[in-house]
């Protein structure tokens, strides 16, 4: 019916879908493979354009790619159940994509547990597109057109659509890769027991079934090379997750903290840059007060100093120094924020009550050069 496609070798009773691999219908980065990986891109690179910045969709992309992810891998069950081919791999769903059709049906009904997944529903989904590039359980060994190719093709476009959703939507904004870490031990160890009882090849761990293009990690590594990607994979993610942490609290200090604990202010306060420029700015200061007095004796600036230094007391009564150096620094950029501090900060009222109409008026209307504050 397939033309074909499957072999006498493929259809074997027992055969794990990675053993499969060793009777290929056609290779990688053949014509068909190439095409494939182009559809998938293009598919994967419109939703992108599409979902862009649409948060309110994410109920709607949800449900429809998990029911895909659904849909792929029960139709790969029913099809190896129909034709008796007998693959444990499929029954059991310990690799890493498959891992989504356990998570997202829950995900769908429990935001708590959604957010605990989505770090690993969006690294592991973009990095579904990788088993496209290098189809390792399916695809390659049965044919791109073959049912069980194509459900397998999809279900990783599916999880790919999903993982880049959630980046370009805008609902991914906080890094936390320990979950990942957490997942892929759990599959690696329940994943090293299965394969030891059965023979299969769960992660692709089982150096007695090694395939295509583990046969490149296993020339680096030795025989356990997988594990040693896998190892590496995992210090990666933890590495990922460290650095974060890190500028994602320097992200949140407030001004006070970096001001007293940033790097570069302790270093200057080792050092004697500090004094040179406190002695120089009294040096300045100095000059600027005999300069001030000669001023103050017109009529003008004397005012000016007057209702300036009036200002000055305003605003240092006020709260509005103390919630500026309480604040984050991220926050600092933010008008909103600020206008809604200076409200609460009861500067606006203390200004009302400190100044008439034609005070603020007269303080406004000064040249800026005349405006001395001491």
Not at 339 to 359: C, I, Q, V
């Amino acid at each position: 019916m397939w033309g074909g496609i499957f072999t006498d070798q493929t259809a074997e009773v027992g055969i794990s879908a990675s053993e499969q691999f060793r009777v290929t219908t056609y290779g990688y980065f053949s014509f068909w493979h190439v095409v494939m990986i182009f559809v998938a891109l293009v598919i994967i690179g419109l939703s992108a354009l599409l979902f862009f910045r649409k948060k309110h969709l994410e109920k709607a992309v949800l449900i429809s790619m998990t029911a895909t992810v659904l849909v792929c891998m029960l139709g790969t069950l029913i099809w190896a159940i129909v034709t008796g081919e007998y693959n444990i791999e499929w029954f059991i769903p310990l690799h890493l994509c498959n891992v989504f059709g356990i998570i997202l049906p829950i995900c769908c009904f429990n935001q708590k547990f959604k957010k605990l997944c989505l770090d690993y529903i969006v690294w592991i989904g973009l990095g579904g597109f990788v088993a496209i590039i290098f189809p390792i359980t399916s695809m390659v060994h049965i044919g791109v057109f073959h049912p069980v190719s194509i459900m397998v093709w999809v279900h990783h476009i599916a999880i790919a659509v999903l993982g880049g959703y959630y980046v370009v939507s805008g609902l991914y904004r906080k890094v936390n890769t320990l979950p990942i870490i957490g997942i892929i031990v759990i599959l690696t160890g329940l994943g090293a027991v299965i394969n030891h009882f059965t023979g299969s090849n769960f992660l692709f761990t089982n150096p007695d079934r090694m395939v295509q293009p583990m046969y490149g990690i296993v020339s680096v590594f030795g025989r356990l090379g997988v594990i040693a990607v896998i190892s590496m994979v995992i210090l990666a993610l933890l590495a990922i997750h460290i650095v974060y942490k890190w500028f994602e609290r320097r992200k949140h200090l407030t001004l006070k903290q970096f001001v007293t604990e940033s790097w570069f202010v302790r270093r200057v306060n080792k050092s004697n840059f500090l004094m040179k420029i406190i002695t120089s700015t009294s040096n300045k200061l100095k000059t600027t007060a005999t300069t001030i007095n000669e001023k103050a004796k017109n009529k003008t600036i004397r005012r000016a100093i007057k209702l300036t230094e009036r200002f000055i007391k305003c605003v240092k009564d006020s709260e509005i120094l103390t919630s500026l150096w309480k604040s984050e620094l991220s926050q600092l950029t933010d008008a909103d924020y600020l206008l809604d501090t200076f409200t609460k900060s009861g500067l606006l009222e203390m200004l009302a009550l400190e100044f008439s109409l034609k005070e603020l008026n007269e303080l406004k209307a000064m040249p800026q050069d005349e405006i001395i504050f001491v």
